[in-house]
């Protein structure tokens, strides 16, 4: 069993810090009853929690992992040791680290960036099996498609279902998936999108300068204006919200209690 690295909570969310190495072991661990599901958590899905006590909810049941370096910095700002883990690059690191013993099943983006990824892992690693694909449709809820999706798990011999369709839609179907299906799902963002080279992903410095949200916001404005510059205001609200009251409360002699 791996030993999780740093828990803390933010928002009414569990978090948990890992690197690269430990999350792979942890995600390479064998089958569970219950099966895990694995969620990547940026400020967005924060803030889309903070709203939402069902999310909260799937959040808490499942393993949500820091994916965001302004979340991680927010975090360390509040007295925690922790770092992030990008879902870009724990999918990276399981393509490259796989030995055959997983079937891999896909679900999210478009058709064609999922060919792409096909043809990628197969150059990275030909032992990684991908047994299916869905790029679904647009709509909130997939519950009518269950009993095809459970079809081709169940003829695939898939035993982990990646999903990149943003979050909260990502993470209530992972935890639905996980729940109705016995299988491990791990919700990745837009992980499909940069591994595919659909979408251009920010320059390492940005990433290592908090600033993966700038580029994105740069290069896709009409889409992303409302989650970064309204979503990120919000964080930071909470966020000094939380710092004053602990100050408050340590000032007292109280415990650390966020």
């Known amino acids: 069993m791996v030993e999780m690295e740093a ?17 792979i072991q942890l995600f390479n661990e064998p089958a569970k009853n219950p099966e895990i599901h694995l969620h990547f ?5 924060i803030n889309a929690a903070l709203k939402s006590g069902k999310l909260t909810s799937v959040l808490n049941e499942g393993i949500s ?22 879902g870009t690059d724990f999918l990276r690191l399981a393509i490259q ?28 690693n030909p032992k990684f099996q991908i047994v299916g694909t869905i790029s679904p449709s647009f709509r909130q809820h997939f519950e009518e498609d269950y009993p095809e999706w459970g079809a081709r798990f ?8 990646w999903i990149g369709l943003g ?10 998936l996980t729940n109705r299906f016995g299988i491990r799902t791990v919700a990745v963002g837009a992980a499909f999108d940069f591994f595919s080279e659909s979408v251009k992903e ?22 992303l204006w409302k989650r970064y510059l309204l979503g990120n205001l919000y964080f930071l609200i909470k966020f000094i ?13 109280l415990p650390k209690k966020l």
């Open 7 to 23: 828990q803390m909570q933010f928002g009414g969310v569990t978090l948990h810090s890992f690197n690269g190495p430990n999350s």
């Open 41 to 45: 958590i940026a400020v967005s899905s």
């Open 65 to 86: 992992i820091i994916d965001s370096k302004p979340l991680a910095l927010a975090l360390r700002l509040l007295g925690f040791e922790c770092n992030n883990l990008r």
């Open 97 to 124: 680290s796989d030995q055959g013993e997983k079937r891999h099943f896909l679900i999210g983006s478009t058709s064609e960036s999922l060919e792409k990824i096909r043809i990628k892992v197969k150059q990275i």
């Open 154 to 161: 169940s003829q695939s011999q898939a035993n982990v279902v």
């Open 167 to 176: 979050s909260p839609k990502q993470d209530f179907l992972a935890c639905d």
């Open 202 to 223: 920010a320059p390492l410095i940005m990433q290592r300068l908090s600033l993966e949200w700038l580029f994105r916001l740069i290069t896709e404005p009409r889409r």
């Open 241 to 253: 919200t939380i710092f004053v009251n602990l100050k408050f409360k340590l000032s007292l002699g």
